[in-house]
Nanobody, 124 residues
Framework: QVQLRESGGGSVQSGGSLRLSCVASEYTGNAYCLGWFRQVPGQEREWVAAIDRYGKSTYANSVKGRFTISLSNAKDTLALQMKGLQPEDTAMYSC??????????????????WGQGTQVTVSS
């Protein structure tokens, strides 16, 4: 099965930028959904962004206009470019893949493969 590993997290000040990467153990062309989630301890996991197998990207309203999701040409690396980071963006970010057809790619149940996560901390 596909394995995912995130990297690129770190600590930045408000207004800063980070680029997260998620490397897959194999070609992800068969996935219907590829996306990013974030979670703060004690809170529910929050959907951030996704890209479907046709290349369409969608974003949570909280990050729209600031974050950009992309997939490498080889389809083995998923990236999340984050700009204008704010303290409320602080969370553990995880990438995910879904092989279930007919989903909107914006809910936990749409994904069935997960990375371990990478921490993003934004200070004011």
């Amino acid at each position: 099965q596909v394995q995912l590993r995130e990297s690129g997290g770190g600590s930045v000040q408000s207004g800063g930028s980070l680029r997260l990467s998620c490397v897959a153990s194999e070609y992800t062309g068969n996935a219907y959904c590829l996306g990013w989630f974030r979670q703060v301890p004690g809170q529910e996991r929050e959907w951030v962004a996704a890209i479907d197998r046709y290349g369409k990207s969608t974003y949570a309203n909280s990050v729209k206009g600031r974050f950009t999701i992309s997939l490498s040409n080889a389809k083995d690396t998923l990236a999340l470019q984050m700009k204008g980071l704010q303290p409320e963006d602080t969370a553990m970010y995880s990438c995910a893949a879904g092989t279930i057809a007919g989903r909107w790619c914006d809910r936990l149940e749409d994904f069935n493969y997960w990375g371990q996560g990478t921490q993003v901390t934004v200070s004011s």
